[in-house]
């Protein structure tokens, strides 16, 4: 099925090439809706969009030919995540809310144009980024805003409501904005369990029936303002959540007999709180020397308990429970500085100082016939702190060459206490280069060479169960320390038409430290072993290779001659191949939970005349494997499909109405006897799922 499913893939992206072939090499059409600029700098106009009447910020940059938002990376640091989208020329100073959230909130009548830049250390405030998107709002004293209402419904998922607002007020040089969110989902779910022996003999079948929900809402803004020369921006955020799961399942022999019964209970987040404050100041302390101060902290409560309970006849009823309480925060200053005292040069050079922090306190019990057992707590304090000078030069070799070069130096601290104890120091030297071709204004080429360090999960260092897969038990991992990326790759975009583009690129990986999931064992006093679970860690050194070919084609070229426009095709595939040692076999294997491939389709219609949009969107990816000590995991899911229409003359905003297929669900488990390397199967676990359709229907608009 993957061969057959890899060659479908191949085929539709080959066939794709087949239709752009012939129009990549057409003219590029200037207009005064799009300004292209000798460096290849792209405006876009408010008339470009108007045939796709946008609500949204985001709905505009969504439909800039060959840009796609970047959020956070991963990486260690703030600066390290800045994204590729601006907003009237800063980077919001915020980690709690995600540029696709920001965008949302700003109506698409308040922005004046799009600027999209494609060269090397595009923005000062987004280095390492080659493509960046700076959003520029228009100067108004009036009161604009956005909202957003949205029912989704379907058998098995019951009703879901959610809504959003946002306002924002300018006056002079000060803006305050505003917002607010909601969201509330109740889900219905049933499948059967197989488990059966090694030889695949039925032994057992589970019938699930579940419901659960989670409930969430936010409050949100900001103030921005000029003091004497100072631009100063303010922000803050507050979310409060709560959740809860309830599942029922009947034992079946392989006769089909009733054998028992389960009742599981989880509730979680349970009524949590998270906040964060931030802000930055910007001013010049010389004609050519701009400073800026970013300061932030947030921090929040996450709660979960869990019991499950199995009544079998004739057996002890046993019930098991957990209690987990998180406090993880985070403070954040960065002092940066932008120098352009060199003809050609522009000099960043600063440093960030990080405080990061999770109090982490897990319980867990087993009872059976009135007996207890208690397993060992896991309450670990987890501190880290964290200094990053840097410095960063963008060189205009040309006008058609750019080169940007800087390291990041990081000196770090990681402390332990509690149950696990440990005390660590890390320093890190992260250079990176990027070199940028303007070939013409319509193409460009990139080079990179970087070295990245992932961010530590903290979460990782603390025992988690996961009740719904048989209380597998995600054991803390006092050793684990932070992964090392060398990564080089190649991109080439080419601009043709007015909206289409094409884009690939191919990059390399060399991987010291690779997290992945490693066996941990535990002793007693004498050294010997008294459990072994699985938890994240790092397994040696690997390889990673990926390729990304992504084409905006636009058919107006095709179809104006025959009367109608408006047609459009947007393909993405990724492909991400990786080998690895595995430390309980020794042999070459994937990485855990990388799936090989995945590829989206887009397909939309925009017949404005009428106010009307068609669209389909299908999405599907390779099975996803996870490699335990004892066991072989795999996950397949099934397409997933959308199509909706959209009504954008409606009075009230933009109706939309839309019909998700969601995929069908296959989890694989082969467990081992003993380990994978020395054992033969014991048990396979089949769990089936099957979802039926959702109905979606929203409500945007802007004022």
């Given amino acids: 099925m993957a061969i057959s499913r890899c060659t479908i893939a191949l085929l539709f992206t080959g066939a794709a090439s087949i239709v752009v072939a012939p129009v ?3 003219q590029d059409v200037v207009t005064p809706e799009v300004l292209v600029a000798a460096d290849g700098k792209r405006q876009f106009r408010a008339d470009f969009f108007a045939s796709y009447a946008p609500v949204t910020a985001l709905d505009m940059v969504r439909r800039i030919p060959g840009f796609s938002i970047v959020a956070d990376e991963g990486r260690r640091g703030f600066g390290e995540n800045a994204g590729n989208v601006l907003i009237d020329g800063d980077r919001p100073s915020t980690k709690s809310d ?7 909130r700003i109506p698409a009548s308040e922005v004046d144009y799009i600027e999209l830049t494609e060269q090397a250390g595009a923005d000062a405030e987004t280095q390492g980024q080659g493509q960046v998107v700076n959003v520029i709002r228009k100067v108004s004293a009036k009161i604009s805003g956005t909202y957003e209402a949205n029912i989704v419904a379907g058998t098995r998922y019951g009703f879901q409501p959610s809504a959003n607002a946002s306002a924002t007020l300018r006056r002079g040089d000060t803006t305050y904005e505003l917002n607010f969110s909601s969201y509330s989902e109740r889900i219905y779910g049933f499948g059967p369990e197989d488990f059966k022996t090694g030889s695949a003999a039925l032994i057992e079948r589970r019938h699930y029936q579940g419901r659960g929900g989670f409930d969430e809402a936010a409050l949100g803004g900001a103030i921005k303002t000029r003091v004497g020369g100072a631009k100063v921006n303010l922000n803050g955020r507050v979310r409060w959540s709560d959740g809860f799961d309830r599942r029922v399942a009947q034992y079946l022999n392989s006769t089909g007999t009733d054998i028992g019964d389960e009742l599981l209970l989880r509730g979680g987040p349970i009524s949590d709180i998270n906040y964060e404050i931030g802000g930055d100041v910007e001013f010049g302390l010389a004609p050519k020397l701009n400073t800026k101060l970013v300061g932030l902290y ?14 079998r006849p004739g057996q002890p009823v046993t019930l098991f429970e957990t209690r987990s309480r998180n406090r993880p925060s985070e403070a954040v200053v960065r002092v940066q500085n932008d120098w352009s005292g060199i003809s050609r040069h522009a000099i960043q050079f600063g440093g960030e100082l990080a405080y990061n922090r999770l109090d982490a306190r897990f319980s867990a019990a087993s009872s059976v016939a009135g007996a207890v057992t208690t397993f060992p707590a896991s309450d670990v304090l987890v501190e880290e702190t964290r200094i990053e000078p840097f410095v960063t030069d963008v060189w205009t070799i040309s006008p058609s060459w750019k080169l940007e070069a800087g390291a990041v130096a990081e000196f770090s601290k990681l402390t332990l206490s509690g149950d696990s104890t440990a005390s660590r120091s890390f320093k890190f030297i992260k250079p990176r280069a990027i070199a940028t071709w303007t070939v013409t204004p319509q193409t460009t080429f990139e080079f990179r060479a970087e070295r990245q360090v992932a961010q530590l999960n903290f979460g990782e260092f603390a025992t988690s169960v996961d009740v719904t897969l048989g209380n597998q038990v995600d054991a803390g991992n006092a050793d684990l320390v932070p992964e090392k990326v060398t990564n080089l790759s190649a991109l080439v975009r080419h601009k043709f038409l007015e909206r289409g583009s094409i884009q690939f690129r191919g990059e390399y990986q060399f991987i010291s430290d690779t997290q992945d999931l490693v066996p941990i064992t535990l002793r007693d006093a004498a050294g ?3 459990a072994r679970f699985d938890g994240a860690g790092n397994i040696g050194n690997s390889k990673r290779w990926n390729g990304e070919l992504e084409i905006t084609l636009p058919f107006d070229w ?14 993405v595939g990724h492909y991400h191949g990786s080998r690895v040692t595995d430390p309980v076999t020794g042999l070459n294997r994937r990485m855990s939970n990388r799936p090989l491939w995945h590829q989206e389709w887009n397909l939309r219609y925009d017949a ?3 106010g009307l949009v068609y669209g389909a969107t299908f999405y599907t990816q390779e099975s996803n494997n996870a490699y335990f000590f004892n066991e072989f995991r795999r996950q397949s899911d099934g397409v997933r499909s959308t199509l909706f229409i959209e009504y954008t003359k409606f009075k009230l905003g933009t109706l939309r109405l839309q019909v998700i297929d969601l995929p069908d669900f296959r989890r694989d488990r082969f467990i081992y006897a003993d ?10 676990v089949n769990r089936k799922r ?6 979606q229907i929203t409500l945007s608009g802007k004022f």
Avoid: M, W
């Fill in 528 to 530: 010997n072993v008294t």
């Fill in 298 to 311: 947030r921090a929040a409560n996450e709660s979960n308990d869990s019991s499950i309970e199995v009544d």
């Fill in 675 to 684: 380990t994978r390397a020395n054992s033969g199967l014991s048990q396979i």
């Fill in 24 to 26: 990549l090499h057409a």
């Fill in 98 to 104: 995600d540029v696709f959230t920001i965008l949302s």
């Fill in 608 to 610: 404005p005349a009428v």
């Fill in 558 to 571: 095709l179809t104006k001659p025959i009367g109608f426009t408006g047609l459009e095709l947007k393909y």
């Fill in 690 to 695: 099957e979802l039926d359709p959702l109905i």
